[in-house]
């Protein structure tokens, strides 16, 4: 179980009280300033403007008072979850909080949103990675957060989801977090039987036997030098009634990276726990899908293992055959990521899906292009990219659409094989990389985002702590509910 505040902790109370929605001078009510003795010039005094998430401890006797910025522009969804990041963070120390931010954000967001927001908010910012540690540090010690809505707003929903995504968001980040010794392809796939049991999501696992069964070359020939087994995972909402469509989401789960033969250094080594993202992003997406009840079919299929040197492992020059039929020449064991979702690429097509996204850590290149904070974006049909993203935009995770130019497609050009795993020249490695995943996905409608630099973050901000991000859980959960 993921370690952030839960939802139990958490109590809606009913407000008839207009004054605060419709006050001019937010955030704080001027009876309450008066209460407090507190006049508007004593907060410009204290530097209190009320910009977006600036706060100000006012403190009565027993009661602290804490003046909650929220700026002047029209508040988005991801403005209120970081306003109520910086409500927990100002309050943790305290015994019990009581906000009106719900209620005070209701008009521009609607009801229902502005307290899912504030919830998410308040869960995510909480979050915390400390499994491994052996002396647990002190737990924050506000539990009883009282949450003003407006009289008969349908709250229960509303935390539901909250709950949903926060703790989809926080299973995502803690099977990013958790080192390759700590997560094996086996226990990845375990970590996604419990979502299938928990949610009622069908679940179908293949083992190494069944993949070489179902010819998935690429994700065998990777993990040819390793001890720990290979694992797929399928896994599928399925609605009650008729179906309007199929989705299936692909993820990367590489549980920890070398680079195989081709080993990379320490520096390129040291944070490759990460390179199973995709697939956390696919699974923490799936878990709170059940949540939301779509009337699609929505499957999500991650191809798990770890890149290991050995004198077992694929070694470059090596030729694997994907489940579609192509064979790949494998010019360098590092580019594995591409490998294992070619296979999985491949499974996908079968179902004829509306549409199919890919989620991968994919490559460094990407990031040297984007940066940490954007996920590159790639894909063959324009419908299917403006809907990621706007799926993205919604869920407020950046992405930044690049090109697959059919110039570049010669650069994967084998001498011995139908296709070769890296280009022929140094540059533009995330689009060849994009280049080669188009090979597998034929006519569907195909999205493919790398996620390599906004899968982790190395500051606190907002309702985002340091490490993993849970980066593409919004994004795919935004997709589903806006199809
Ligand atoms: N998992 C890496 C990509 C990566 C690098 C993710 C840094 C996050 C941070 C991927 O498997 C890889 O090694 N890619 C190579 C591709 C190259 C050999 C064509 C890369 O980016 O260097
Ligand atoms: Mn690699
Ligand atoms: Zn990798």
Redesign the pocket.
Same mark, same amino acid.
């Given at each position: 179980m993921p370690n952030q505040l839960t939802i139990s902790s958490i109590n809606v109370v009913f407000s008839e009280d207009e004054d605060v929605t419709t006050a001019k001078d937010r955030p704080v009510r001027p009876s309450e300033l008066e209460d407090l003795g507190v006049s508007k010039e004593f907060l410009i005094a204290n530097e209190f403007e009320g910009k977006l998430q600036q706060t100000l401890l006012l403190s009565r006797q027993e009661e602290v008072v804490i003046a909650l910025g929220l700026g002047d522009q029209p508040l988005t969804a991801a403005d209120a979850r970081a306003t109520a990041a910086t409500l927990w963070h100002s309050t943790k120390h305290l015994d019990s909080l009581t906000s009106s931010l719900p209620l005070s954000i209701a008009a521009e967001l609607g009801n229902e949103t502005a307290l899912q927001a504030t919830v998410e908010g308040l869960l995510l910012a909480s979050y915390r990675f400390d499994e491994l540690k052996g002396t647990p540090e002190a737990e924050p010690k506000l539990d009883r957060i009282n949450l003003l809505v407006a009289d008969g707003v349908d709250s229960e929903t509303a935390l539901r989801k909250a709950e949903a995504v926060a703790s989809a968001i926080a299973l995502s980040r803690d099977l990013v977090n958790r080192p390759g010794g700590s997560l094996s392809a086996l226990q990845l796939a375990d970590e996604a039987v419990s979502v299938a049991e928990n949610t009622g999501l069908e679940i179908e696992i293949w083992d190494k036997q069944r993949l070489l069964n179902e010819r998935c070359g690429g994700i065998i020939g990777v993990n040819a030098g390793s001890l720990e087994e290979p694992r797929l995972v399928r896994m599928t909402w399925r609605p009650k009634g008729e179906s309007r469509g199929t989705i299936h989401f692909v993820g990367k789960g590489?549980t920890f990276?070398t +680079?195989g033969l081709?080993l990379?250094t320490f520096e390129?080594m040291k944070?490759?726990k990460?390179?199973m993202g995709g697939a956390a992003a696919v699974i923490g997406a799936m878990s709170a899908i059940a949540a939301y009840a779509p009337d699609l079919t929505v499957i999500g299929t991650c191809c798990c293992t770890d890149?290991q040197p050995s004198p077992t492992a694929t070694k470059p020059g090596d030729v694997l055959k994907i489940r579609n039929g192509k064979t790949v020449e494998v010019l360098?064991t590092?580019?594995?990521?591409r490998l294992v979702l070619a296979d999985g690429l491949s499974i996908a097509v079968e179902d004829q899906p509306d549409l199919i996204v890919d989620l991968a850590?994919?490559? +460094?290149?990407c990031?040297v292009a984007l940066g940490q904070r954007y996920a590159g974006l790639m894909g063959n049909n324009e419908a299917a990219i403006a809907k990621v993203q706007t799926a993205a935009a919604l869920a407020n995770e950046r992405v930044w659409h690049l090109p697959l130019p059919n110039e570049y497609r010669k650069q994967l050009d084998s001498e011995i094989a139908d296709i070769q795993n890296?280009?022929s020249g140094r540059f533009a490695?995330a689009l060849?990389?994009g280049l080669f995943l188009q090979e597998f996905v034929g006519e569907s409608p195909w999205v493919h985002l790398d996620i390599?630099g906004p899968?982790t973050t190395d500051e606190n901000e907002a309702e985002f702590v340091k490490g993993a991000t849970g980066f593409g859980v919004r994004t795919l959960i935004e997709i589903v509910n806006n199809w």
């Open positions: 590489i990276d +680079g081709n990379k390129g944070e490759m990460i390179d890149n360098n590092d580019a594995e990521g850590t994919l490559t +460094g290149a990031m890296i280009g490695g060849v990389a390599a899968v």
